[in-house]
RNA sequence: GGACCGGUAGCUCAGUUGGAUAGAGCAGCUGCCUUCUAAGCAGCAGGCCAUUGGUUCGAAUCCAAUCCGGUUCACCA
């Protein structure tokens, strides 16, 4: 079925030719929700339609309301004009088909298979530290995407780049050597990344000793950082890796196999996913053949130091380097050869990439070569580049400590689910296992409406201090509000409806069954533009609408068994919609909390 | 310095291709649990949409300039 705004477009379009024989495009047209102030549900501006056809708007609202009236009397049911704003009112005979065909049908408004493939990439985690809250941003943000793309219909392919090479993981690795004395995760109790990271960190506090007694004989700070025995032992490991001395790499795959035993468990925990995993250990390397390539099409060019460069200055930026002196790979050869190998493994017809907006500049470039390679990767290559998390004194920095760890978080979050929940005290009657999943869902839930809700493009602020909400604009919200509906749907059975006796539909009926209309149309909207900030948006809106129809209408104590009949439905339909759009979000909905 | 992004209530954020009196949530203040879950509902209060010009029937939205904040421009990844 077509969605009741098009049909409105549609109809506007056919009476501008019919009529007044003006001739126009239906994306031309505007249709706005109808203020609350206002009657109506939907409206018309005229001023722009007006001015084409050089009429007083007030007169052509009057004419145009009264056609389309005439036109479609299965769609409007009535119609007034204030300044230039043509309101119309739908009928409820229309809202009444939708609701009835759509009330069992707990895929509304996901779309058909439409044949084209996508492949996500998220996450990109660095394996010498723990996840942190902006690799949580990142992963919901990644996850939501794919299962934006996969409810219109795309075929998806989620994938992640694990940094598991480079001198950052040597750093752990050398800190480990020298000062851990043989420990380990399972000696020591600590869970495996955040074992690593600790390494990580203790490079740098001791590195930074090194240099302060450096500089105290006379060094500059920059000398002393290049000449510290630390930054000279993790260059060598480097070194050695890259040549595949045997001790090295050992070592290399026992403390990345701690790290990945830790990812596993918070992956496991965030629901985050991947179908392909790739290793920038395994895809460093062949990036080089493209740098020939290059050569060979006069697109990269060669230095006398034998450094490869590409010339993007024609395209508004600057010369950028394919291939150091020594002709080792750098990060963008790295990157062009990982996009050439995921399309000959997928052929997808778009691959997106869920980085941080630090990398604009990279992926620019990224897409830019790839063209000029004339790469048929190229042209599906998007950067969905989305804001970091900043606390309110800005950003978060490792070596400061203020990093918000991506387990702690949880952890706190499932706290305050579950004091929220033992405060209230209605499910007292569940066993253990039924409590903690409970507080996970609602923890989780809270902690992804967070991060989703607003605009991914954005940077935002996250105040350790104040705990993330439970209440308002929030996924717990919009979970009660499901829950609530689940205890009514538990109570009353939904049975046959006699259409011809229905008695016309409540404002907050109607209003509800618009708004539920409505999904379908945001599922494409949020999908083309990559953003389930709309999805948490729309679930909040539905959610709260439909807790003002909850205290102002019974349903079990309806006026009469067809009210009743038709609120079941719509409760029915609210429920599979709050719960379908908050999966794209990766967000479970109690039936109980 | 060049490029890009941002500046909306005390705080966190919405605000569709320009449309009616700029909206939510939190925090603050009032009310509402003997009937389907009060993690809720109803209400009050809170705004020079950074500033100044411009475009027009109409600007938070488009254009220009300015101010403030951020990111980036490495033979790091």
């Known amino acids: ?49 007006g ?6 708007p007030d007169s052509l609202g009057k004419g145009l309301g009264e056609s389309l009236l005439e036109a479609d009397r299965d769609l409007f049911a009535g119609f007034n004009v204030i300044k230039g704003f043509l309101n119309l009112e739908i009928s409820d005979g229309l809202l009444l088909d939708f609701l009835h065909g759509q009330f069992q049908n707990p895929e509304y408004g996901v779309k058909p298979p439409n044949g084209r493939r996508v492949m996500v990439e998220y996450s990109s985690p660095n394996t010498n530290k723990p996840l942190h809250l902006g690799h949580l941003r990142n992963n919901f943000l990644g996850w939501s995407v794919a299962a934006l793309y996969k409810a219109n219909g795309y075929d998806v392919i989620k994938s992640c780049i694990a940094n598991d090479r480079g001198i950052h993981i040597c750093k752990s690795m050398l800190a480990w050597k020298l000062y851990a004395h043989g420990a380990t995760p399972e000696s020591t109790g600590i869970k495996g990344d955040h074992f690593v990271g600790d390494y ?39 070194v050695d890796w890259e040549a595949g001395d045997p001790e090295t790499i050992a070592l290399w795959k026992m403390m990345n196999a701690w790290v990945y035993a830790g990812f596993d468990v918070t992956y496991r925990r965030i629901g985050s996913d991947f179908d392909k995993i790739y290793y920038e250990s395994e895809t460093y390397l062949p990036g080089k053949d493209l740098v020939e390539e290059g050569l060979r099409k006069n697109v990269f060019y060669q230095k006398d130091d034998g450094s490869v460069w590409i010339d993007l200055r024609e395209d508004g930026l600057d010369e950028k380097i394919v291939q150091r002196s020594d002709g080792t790979a750098v990060y963008m050869t790295q990157d062009i050869g990982l996009a050439v190998r995921k399309y000959e493994e997928y052929h997808m017809d778009q691959s997106i990439y869920v980085v941080a907006d630090e990398q604009n500049y990279h992926f620019k470039v990224l897409k830019l070569i790839c063209q000029k390679l004339r790469l048929p990767s190229a042209a599906g290559i998007f950067h969905l580049s989305y804001g970091l998390v900043e606390l309110p004194s800005g950003r978060m920095k490792t070596r400061e400590g203020t990093v918000v760890d991506a387990d702690d978080i949880i952890d706190e979050m499932n706290k305050i689910a579950e004091q929220h929940t033992n405060e209230l005290g209605k499910v007292d009657d569940f066993n253990p296992e039924e409590r903690t999943e409970l507080y996970d869902t609602i923890g989780l839930g809270a902690l992804k409406f967070f991060l989703l809700r607003v605009d991914p493009r954005k940077r935002m602020v996250f105040n350790p201090d104040e705990s993330i909400d439970f209440h308002g604009f929030t996924g717990p919200f919009v979970q009660y509000t499901h829950a609530r509906i689940k205890s009514i749907l538990r109570k009353e059975t939904v049975g046959s409806y006699s259409a011809n006796a229905y008695s016309a539909l409540l404002p907050l009926e109607k209003e509800l069954i618009i708004a539920l209309e409505k999904y379908a149309a945001l599922l494409q909207t949020a999908c083309i533009e990559m953003n389930p900030s709309l999805v948490a948006n729309y679930a909040f809106s539905l959610a709260k609408i439909f807790n003002s129809f909850y205290v102002e209408h019974s349903v079990g104590r309806a006026e009469s068994e067809d009210k009743k009949q038709l609120r079941l439905r719509i409760c029915l339909l609210t429920a599979n919609s709050l719960k379908s759009a908050m999966g794209i979000l990766g967000i479970r909905v109690p039936e109980r909390m």
């Open 1 to 49: 079925m077509k969605e009741i705004v098009q049909r409105i477009k549609e109809s506007v379009q056919v009476i501008l030719d019919q009529k007044y024989g003006y001739k126009t495009e239906v994306n031309d047209i505007l249709v706005n929700e109808t203020k609350p102030e206002f009657r109506g549900n939907y409206t018309v501006v005229l001023f722009s339609i």
């Open 200 to 238: 990580y960190v203790l490079f740098g506090a001791e590195l930074k000793k090194q240099v302060a007694d450096l500089v105290a004989t006379g060094l500059t700070k920059e000398q002393a950082e290049k000449n510290a025995p630390l930054t000279k032992g993790a260059q060598q490991m480097l």
């Open 51 to 56: 001015k084409m056809l050089k009429s007083n």
